[in-house]
Structure formats: structure tokens, C-alpha cells
């Protein structure tokens, strides 16, 4: 037989109260975000050819980072993505001479999913970062575009000595003793 006391099944009561409350104000809350967060299945999605041949185009690079690039995919991929990314990549070939200012008064012209799809694709390869303000979603930091372009002369502020992520190499000295 248990021998409940007075004390014991408040302090009981008090205590499942508490964790049903806190479980509603995390699932609200926090759980939700998470889920909101949480990256969509990469391995899951296949990302074409052409898209790496388009960032190639947008950006000017030629050594784009292709884990950035399928994270970049899988955020903005929807049904209609790879028709857009065809139509955005036709466009673009039919006015490669327009840059700039120009470049964006054409856009302005098309459809706005495909001026959208434009600007995620600069934000995504440049900036690191896919979706719309107030539900923005880091994908990158040492592999975006930005920093490529600078990285031999300029380090990002940061609590850190070094470059993003230089705790992952072997020091030289610890290289050249243990080879």
C-alpha cells in the first residue's frame, strides 16, 4: 500500500501541472520553429544539372561549393522550380550582355516568381541564407560566395581567431610532428 501524504500529492499535482504547462507553451513555441526549421530531406532530392550551371552564370564562379548547392535546391524546391529555373536560364542566355541596373528592370518585367527565384538564388549563394524575412533560414557560412571572394584578405568578425571553421584542420606544426 502507498502512503500518500498531504505534501507528496501536491507537490505530485504542482509538478505534473508544470510539465503539462511547459510541454504546451514548447510545443507552441519552440517544437514549432524547429519543425519550421528543420532542413527538407537533401538525400531525398535530386538536383539537376542545370542548376549549378545557373548559379555558375549568376555568380561568376566556377568552383561553387555543391553541398551548398543541393542544401540551396532542396530549400527552394517546389513543383515548379525546374521550369523556372529553365525559364530563368533562357532569359538570362538571351540577355548576357545585360548587367546590373538593366539586368534587374528586365527581371522586373518577367513574372514575379521569376524575378523571385532570381533574388533567392543570389541571397542563397551570396548571402548563405534562403527564405523570406522573418523565416530565414542559415544554410551556409564559410562555403557562400561572399566570403570566397574575400577570404585572402578579409576575415569575418567572430570570436574566433581564424577563418569559419578552422578548428576542423590540423595545425601545421601538429601535421609536420605527426605527419
Known sequence: M???????????????????FGSQ???????????????PLASAITMP???????????AMDNLESHLGQALYSW????????QLDALTTLLDAHSDVIGDPLHQLLAQQPAALGQLYQQLVN????????QPGTQVCIGFENIVS????KDSLLPPSYAVGEP??????????????G
Open 76 to 83: 527552394l524546391h517546389h513543383a515548379e522550380l525546374d521550369a
Open 49 to 59: 544539372d542545370n542548376f549549378m550551371q545557373l548559379s555558375k552564370k549568376l555568380t
Open 147 to 150: 566570403y570566397e571572394l574575400v
Open 165 to 178: 571553421n578552422f578548428w576542423i584542420h590540423k595545425p601545421e606544426s601538429e601535421v609536420a610532428t605527426h
Open 124 to 131: 542563397g549563394w551570396y548571402l548563405g541564407v534562403v527564405g
Open 25 to 39: 507553451l514548447l510545443g507552441s513555441s519552440v517544437f514549432t520553429n524547429l519543425a519550421l526549421a528543420a532542413p
Open 2 to 20: 502507498i502512503n500518500l501524504s498531504r505534501r507528496r500529492v501536491v507537490l505530485g499535482t504542482a509538478s505534473v501541472l508544470a510539465a503539462g
